[in-house]
């Protein structure tokens, strides 16, 4: 599966619409990130059910600093409309496949319930 490029304007339905989606945020500019892409689009190749999205953080900021995107390349990973892992560092593809690996075998309800325990207030 090829990229996706993710802006602002289709955000909500590309993560609403799919259960787990990748996101790769880079800048032109960005050598680390020039490096990366071909890693990226090679393991998109491999996952067909999953969504390799790609956010230029140049073009759309709003969403860099929505996952406070401070070095770039970032990797996110968002299941089931949960960010589950946002990391900077270009991974080497063994990594990449780890990653979403890892994310797949995750209990989506226990997920939930730690990150709605977060959200409680402490007493």
Same mark, same amino acid.
């Given at each position: 599966?090829? %990229?996706?490029?993710? @802006? %602002? ?10 259960? /787990?989606?990748?996101?790769? /945020? ?9 490096? /990366?892409? $071909? ?9 067909? &059910?999953?969504?390799? +999205?790609?956010? &230029? %953080?140049?073009? !759309?900021? !709003?969403? +860099? #600093? ?6 770039? $390349? @970032?990797? =996110?990973?968002? *299941? &089931? *409309? ?12 063994? =990594? ?6 890892? =994310? *797949? ?6 997920? *939930? =319930? #730690?990150?709605?325990?977060?959200? !409680?207030?402490?007493?």
């Amino acid at each position: 599966m090829s %990229t996706v490029e993710l @802006t %602002t304007d289709n955000f909500d339905d590309v993560v609403s619409g799919n259960d /787990f989606v990748l996101i790769d /945020f880079w800048a032109s500019w960005c050598g680390p990130c020039r490096q /990366f892409a $071909p890693t990226y689009e090679s393991v998109s190749e491999n996952h067909g &059910d999953v969504v390799f +999205a790609k956010v &230029d %953080t140049e073009a !759309q900021p !709003q969403l +860099a #600093a929505a996952f406070e995107v401070k070095s770039i $390349p @970032t990797v =996110a990973v968002i *299941r &089931d *409309r949960v960010v589950v892992y946002a990391e900077p560092g270009a991974l080497p593809e063994p =990594a990449l496949e780890d990653l979403i690996r890892q =994310a *797949r075998e995750l209990d989506m309800d226990e997920v *939930r =319930a #730690a990150a709605e325990q977060e959200q !409680q207030p402490s007493e």
